[in-house]
């Protein structure tokens, strides 16, 4: 069982940046392929960024490249989204997300979710 725990967001006024941060419990996620999907009321949700396990290589929704920055810190059992010039579009709720052996690019799949983080843009 792998427990996510997301913290970091909040409300900003467009232009402005967060740092998400997901911490992983129960399993390593040197062996998983981590996710951040964000969910907005009334849409799809969205795979906005991915890091494979495998060769480090990174995947982000076209919407958020170049804004948007994912880490990770196997030792730590961490990963971040950094967000930088944030526009109110990006409001939506953020989730880390599992993928045990999973692989990189834009699958959308995963084993564990975790509840989240609200992130407003708004001026």
């Known amino acids: 069982q792998v427990e996510l725990v997301e913290s970091g967001g909040g409300k900003v006024q467009p232009g402005e940046s967060l740092r998400l941060t997901c911490v992983a419990t129960g399993r390593t996620i040197s062996v998983a392929a981590m996710r951040w999907f964000r969910q907005a009321p009334g849409k799809e949700r969205e795979l906005v960024a991915s890091s494979s396990w495998e060769d480090d290589t990174t995947y982000y929704a076209d919407s958020v490249k170049g804004r948007f920055t994912i880490a990770r810190d196997n030792d730590q059992n961490v990963v971040y989204l950094q967000m930088n010039g944030l526009k109110p579009e990006d409001t939506a709720v953020y989730h880390c997300?599992?993928?045990?052996?999973?692989?990189?690019?834009?699958?959308?799949?995963?084993?564990?979710w975790g509840q989240g983080t609200q992130v407003t843009v708004s001026s």
């Open positions: 997300a599992f993928d045990l052996y999973g692989r990189g690019g834009g699958s959308g799949h995963y084993d564990y």
